[in-house]
């Protein structure tokens, strides 16, 4: 099951009814779509948003995530929280409520930049081959890595401004719904 139908479900399973505008953000963000919208016609952390994306297999909504962890925020009346292990990065998806919008609710995918140290901590683990304990551990330590990710992710994305689109050099956000 993608993570598009997981969402899916869990909206639904809420009354939530979105495939009519899925359809149209996600033929908005389609590379070389001209969009309708000011706010995707621009940058997005004044680089161009398909180089703070990576990799095609990263930038996938739909890639199978190696890990996933869900979370309602404490801090954000509303907001809840997916964070995934996607080809070895992390991918942070925010869903926020809005009132003005048609699903009642805004979702933004959250990722570290390439260089930043968040993207670094996965690699470095991958790339270790140390002893047969630590090989055998690995998994429980990307756990850990990937909740520590999660909430240097979630403190970055809420130190910028969503209205603006305007978010700290360490990560890349792109509003998915």
């Known amino acids: 099951m993608s993570l598009d139908d997981q969402l899916a479900e869990i909206l639904t399973s809420l009354g939530v009814t979105m495939e009519t505008v899925e359809t149209v953000e996600r033929a908005a963000w389609t590379p ?30 739909d890639a199978p995530a190696e ?4 979370q309602t925020s404490r801090e954000h009346y509303g907001a809840f929280y997916r ?20 699903l009642k609710m805004r979702c933004y995918l959250v990722r570290p930049v390439e260089g930043a140290p968040i993207r ?7 790339a270790h081959s140390g002893s047969e304990a630590y090989s055998a551990g690995r998994e429980t330590i990307e756990q850990h890595l990937l909740f520590a990710a999660g909430e ?4 970055l994305f809420w130190a910028g401004d969503p209205d603006r689109m305007r978010f700290p050099t360490e990560i890349s956000v792109r509003r998915i719904a």
Request: proline share 5%.
């Open 32 to 61: 070389g779509a001209t969009a309708g919208r000011e706010e995707q016609q621009r940058p997005m952390n004044n680089n161009d948003w398909l180089d703070d994306w990576g990799d095609e297999a990263e930038c996938d909504e």
């Open 67 to 70: 890990f996933s962890l869900f």
């Open 83 to 102: 964070l995934d292990l996607v080809a070895g990065a992390p991918q942070l998806r925010i869903f926020a409520p809005d009132e003005e919008s048609a």
């Open 120 to 126: 670094e901590w996965f690699r470095a683990s991958r």
């Open 152 to 155: 240097a992710l979630k403190r």
